[in-house]
């Protein structure tokens, strides 16, 4: 009996909306907004966490890089400027003394580097300096071709390994190797390339050439700037032990009395972690506030809507209670109606997403692989439970004033 009361309630709320199409859709919009912000917000997000992921990639989940300079900044910049350079001569003692690294990388990069190839010439590039053993890390993977060797480095041979954007640059329908790059005016032979690495957060890496470091300082000087020097643990369960022998062997190698600070500075993922953070927090407080401010709209939309169909349906529902109907047949009536409406808008919603999602995905997939042509189950579960919340909100005030109608009043109304 009760089964049958919900159902006769639940068809005259479809009916309702099905009778005023047009108010229903309109009064839809705002949730409709709301849904498509949360949405497209948790797609945004989930696609940013695999970015991150593939910036660690990059860096070396268990990699650790001694620097002057702070990569997270957040530091005085004229205390880290007036820092003394890291020499080679202190990279290679350092090597020397480091027992829990599985490599010590010396290499040097100078930034913003003009490449020339024939009568083609490009700018803003990176070009490194580095020892060939920098092949075992991550950031050497090599797509084809091959790194330079110890030899080449040693003769200080003019051979260079470019980055996938600067081959998709000067050779978009060849690989390149075999072809002579100008750098600094100095020619060098492509032997190698590396396989595409950049992403969003961290395009820049995919336009640098890595050279021998003698070379380096055969073609720039050996005073360009300071060295930095790439520490490699192995795994990450050994970064911690590995963090601190390399703290007590920089300051040893630097002469650092002990009641001086660092004049260094040890980078790692964890700082980006941290930054990864607070993007978060900033894309959910903007989204946040922008689907309030949705839901907003659509609730004080969808209440209004929802006193107008109790007010034209007074007689109605004096008729449904003079004939025997419950209260609580009246509320659940309306708040199936409000409900249906956000769920129908979310329905809208979330067909919308998947759309947009599918033609950003399309057109930037190239550039951003990270990305996803669809939404997780999980976000689009939210979204719909967040359609219900909404839905019994807006309508719980008209569908008490409904069922709380005197069944005499409301067959008097006209």
Known sequence: MILSEYIESSRIAFDALVANKLRAILTMLGVIIGIMVVTM???????????????????GADML???????????????????????????????????NAELCIPMSSLWGRTLVYTDLKA????????????ALTSAGDVQDGRFFTE???????????????????FFPNSDGI?????????????????AKRGTALMDFVDNQV??????????????????SIAVKAGSPEKLDDLRSETVGMMRQVRNIPPDKDNDFSINETQMF??????????IWSIGLGLTIMSFAVGIIGITNVMFVSVTERTKEIGIRKAIGAKRSSILIQFLIESTALCFIGALAAIALCL????????????????????????????????????????GLLPAIRASRLDPVDALRYE
């Open 41 to 59: 917000m948790g797609w945004a997000l989930s696609s940013l966490d695999a970015a991150f992921n593939a910036t660690i990639d990059i860096l």
């Open 65 to 99: 890089y001694v620097d002057k300079w702070d990569w997270a900044g957040g530091r005085n910049w004229r205390e880290t400027m007036s820092r003394k350079n890291i020499t080679l001569q202190q990279a290679e003692e350092f090597g020397k003394r480091m027992t």
């Open 123 to 134: 700018s803003g590039f990176t070009v490194t300096g580095t020892r060939a053993t920098y």
């Open 151 to 169: 030899i080449e480095d040693r003769y200080s041979e003019n051979v260079v390994v470019v980055g996938y954007g600067i081959k998709k640059l």
């Open 178 to 194: 075999g072809q002579t790059l100008k750098i600094n005016g100095v020619p060098f032979t492509i032997i190698g390339v590396i």
């Open 210 to 227: 890595f050279i021998p470091l003698n070379s380096f300082f055969g073609t720039y000087g050996t005073s360009v700037r300071s060295l």
């Open 273 to 282: 972690r941290e930054q990864m953070a607070t993007i978060r927090v900033v």
């Open 355 to 394: 759309g947009l999602a599918f033609v950003i995905y399309m057109l930037f997939k190239e550039d951003a692989p990270f990305l996803t042509p669809y939404i997780a189950p999980g976000i689009l579960f939210i979204a719909i439970i967040v359609s219900f919340v909404v839905g019994i909100l807006a």
